[in-house]
Protein backbone atom coordinates (compact mmCIF):
# COMPACT_ATOMS: atom_id res chain seq x y z
CA UNK A 1 0.00 0.00 0.00
CA UNK A 2 1.35 3.30 -1.09
CA UNK A 3 1.89 6.00 1.86
CA UNK A 4 3.31 9.25 2.33
CA UNK A 5 4.70 11.21 5.73
CA UNK A 6 5.97 14.41 6.03
CA UNK A 7 8.87 15.62 8.42
CA UNK A 8 12.25 16.11 8.49
CA UNK A 9 14.75 14.31 6.59
CA UNK A 10 17.33 12.97 8.85
CA UNK A 11 20.49 11.90 6.86
CA UNK A 12 21.17 8.57 8.94
CA UNK A 13 24.22 7.43 7.19
CA UNK A 14 25.91 7.88 3.77
CA UNK A 15 23.23 4.78 2.48
CA UNK A 16 19.97 5.65 5.00
CA UNK A 17 17.24 8.07 5.29
CA UNK A 18 14.72 8.73 7.77
CA UNK A 19 11.71 11.14 8.38
CA UNK A 20 10.97 12.17 11.43
CA UNK A 21 7.65 13.66 11.65
CA UNK A 22 6.43 16.56 14.28
CA UNK A 23 5.73 14.55 17.00
CA UNK A 24 8.65 12.30 16.74
CA UNK A 25 7.91 9.10 14.82
CA UNK A 26 10.66 7.72 12.57
CA UNK A 27 10.02 6.51 9.44
CA UNK A 28 13.08 4.65 7.33
CA UNK A 29 13.07 5.21 4.24
CA UNK A 30 14.36 2.30 1.51
CA UNK A 31 15.79 1.96 -1.93
CA UNK A 32 15.08 6.06 -2.22
CA UNK A 33 14.60 6.89 -5.59
CA UNK A 34 17.15 9.52 -6.85
CA UNK A 35 19.00 9.55 -3.25
CA UNK A 36 21.75 12.32 -4.59
CA UNK A 37 18.99 14.20 -4.91
CA UNK A 38 16.79 13.67 -1.62
CA UNK A 39 20.07 13.94 -0.30
CA UNK A 40 20.35 17.83 -0.66
CA UNK A 41 16.91 17.97 1.80
CA UNK A 42 18.51 16.83 4.48
CA UNK A 43 17.59 19.01 7.66
CA UNK A 44 14.04 20.37 5.88
CA UNK A 45 10.95 19.35 5.48
CA UNK A 46 9.73 16.74 3.15
CA UNK A 47 7.12 14.48 1.99
CA UNK A 48 8.12 10.89 1.12
CA UNK A 49 5.85 8.58 -0.46
CA UNK A 50 6.66 5.21 -1.00
CA UNK A 51 5.16 1.75 -0.49
CA UNK A 52 4.56 1.33 3.66
CA UNK A 53 5.90 -1.86 5.39
CA UNK A 54 3.47 -1.60 8.83
CA UNK A 55 4.89 -2.51 12.30
CA UNK A 56 2.93 -4.64 14.56
CA UNK A 57 0.83 -1.66 16.33
CA UNK A 58 -0.03 -0.57 13.04
CA UNK A 59 2.45 1.83 12.20
CA UNK A 60 4.36 3.11 9.34
CA UNK A 61 7.90 1.90 10.16
CA UNK A 62 9.25 2.57 6.67
CA UNK A 63 8.85 3.43 2.76
CA UNK A 64 10.27 1.32 0.06
CA UNK A 65 10.99 2.68 -3.51
CA UNK A 66 10.65 6.31 -1.57
CA UNK A 67 10.12 9.58 -4.05
CA UNK A 68 10.86 12.54 -1.53
CA UNK A 69 9.98 16.17 -2.51
CA UNK A 70 10.57 19.43 -0.15
CA UNK A 71 7.13 20.25 1.24
CA UNK A 72 5.96 23.58 1.01
CA UNK A 73 3.77 24.67 3.89
CA UNK A 74 0.58 26.17 1.62
CA UNK A 75 -0.09 29.96 2.13
CA UNK A 76 -3.39 30.60 4.39
CA UNK A 77 -5.65 33.39 4.35
CA UNK A 78 -7.14 34.96 7.14
CA UNK A 79 -11.09 34.04 7.39
CA UNK A 80 -13.02 37.19 6.43
CA UNK A 81 -15.34 38.72 8.84
CA UNK A 82 -18.53 40.29 8.29
CA UNK A 83 -18.37 43.99 9.61
CA UNK A 84 -20.41 43.50 13.01
CA UNK A 85 -21.13 47.26 13.62
CA UNK A 86 -24.11 47.49 11.43
CA UNK A 87 -25.63 44.96 13.03
CA UNK A 88 -28.57 45.42 15.37
CA UNK A 89 -29.15 43.83 18.46
CA UNK A 90 -32.31 41.72 18.27
CA UNK A 91 -34.79 40.90 21.26
CA UNK A 92 -35.09 37.73 22.78
CA UNK A 93 -38.60 36.36 21.28
CA UNK A 94 -40.40 36.42 24.47
CA UNK A 95 -43.10 33.68 23.35
CA UNK A 96 -40.48 30.93 22.89
CA UNK A 97 -40.32 30.03 26.73
CA UNK A 98 -43.35 28.09 28.27
CA UNK A 99 -43.72 29.04 32.19
CA UNK A 100 -41.56 32.53 31.81
CA UNK A 101 -43.91 35.83 31.50
CA UNK A 102 -42.63 38.95 30.08
CA UNK A 103 -41.96 40.64 33.58
CA UNK A 104 -39.58 37.96 34.51
CA UNK A 105 -37.49 38.29 31.11
CA UNK A 106 -37.79 41.22 31.92
CA UNK A 107 -36.05 41.38 35.66
CA UNK A 108 -33.58 39.07 33.70
CA UNK A 109 -32.58 41.49 30.94
CA UNK A 110 -32.01 44.42 33.48
CA UNK A 111 -29.98 42.13 35.47
CA UNK A 112 -27.72 41.39 33.09
CA UNK A 113 -27.15 45.01 31.84
CA UNK A 114 -29.60 44.68 28.50
Known sequence: MEELVSGRLDLVDLRRLRVRDAVGNEVELDEVADRDVAAR????QVTATG?????????VTSLVGARIEHFVVPAWKAP????????????????CVD???????????ELIGR
Do not use: H, K, M, N
Open 99 to 109: GIDEDEVAAFL
Open 80 to 95: QVPELSGLQQSQPDLA
Open 51 to 59: QAAIGSRGQ
Open 41 to 44: FAGQ
